[in-house]
C-alpha cells in the first residue's frame, strides 16, 4: 500500500505565504506525476498543480498561476514535491490533497481519476 504524507497546511493572511510538502512512498516510473488538488466547503475538488517526472514538466490551474510553485525534492530517497504558495487569497481556503499517480499523458494530468494514491488532506485558511 502506497503511503502519501502531506505536511504545512497552517492560518496565514491574505497576502501571506505557506509551503506544503508531500511525499510518497511508491516508486516513480514512467508517466509518474504528483499532483496537488484541493477542495473548499460545498464545492467540487479542484486541481492546483502537478509535477510530471518525464521531462520533467509542471502545471498549473489557472487560478493559482503566478502565485503557486510547484517544485520536487531531489534530496529525498522516496518521491517528494513541494507546493510554495505566494500572494495567498482568503478564496485560497480549502482542504489540500496531495496525490501521485500515472496520468495517461499531459492532457490527463488535471485529472483527478488519473491519481491512484491520494493523501488525508491538509487544511489552509486564508483569512482576510
Known amino acids: 500500500q502506497v503511503q502519501i504524507d502531506e505536511s504545512g497546511g497552517g492560518l496565514v493572511q491574505a497576502g501571506g505565504s505557506l509551503r506544503l510538502s508531500c511525499s510518497s512512498s511508491g516508486r516513480p516510473f514512467g508517466e509518474y506525476a504528483m499532483g496537488w488538488f484541493r477542495q473548499a466547503p460545498g464545492e467540487e475538488r479542484e486541481f492546483v498543480a502537478a509535477f510530471r517526472w518525464r521531462g520533467p514538466m509542471t502545471f498549473y490551474g489557472d487560478s493559482v498561476k503566478g502565485r503557486f510553485t510547484i517544485s520536487r525534492d531531489n534530496s529525498k530517497p522516496t518521491p517528494t514535491v513541494f507546493l510554495q504558495m505566494n500572494s495567498l487569497k482568503p478564496d485560497d481556503t480549502a482542504v489540500y490533497f496531495c496525490?501521485?499517480?500515472?496520468?495517461?499523458?499531459?492532457?490527463?494530468?488535471?485529472?483527478?481519476?488519473?491519481?491512484?494514491?491520494w493523501g488525508q488532506g491538509t487544511q489552509v485558511t486564508v483569512s482576510s
Open positions: 496525490a501521485a499517480g500515472y496520468p495517461a499523458g499531459t492532457t490527463r494530468v488535471t485529472a483527478a481519476s488519473e491519481y491512484i494514491n
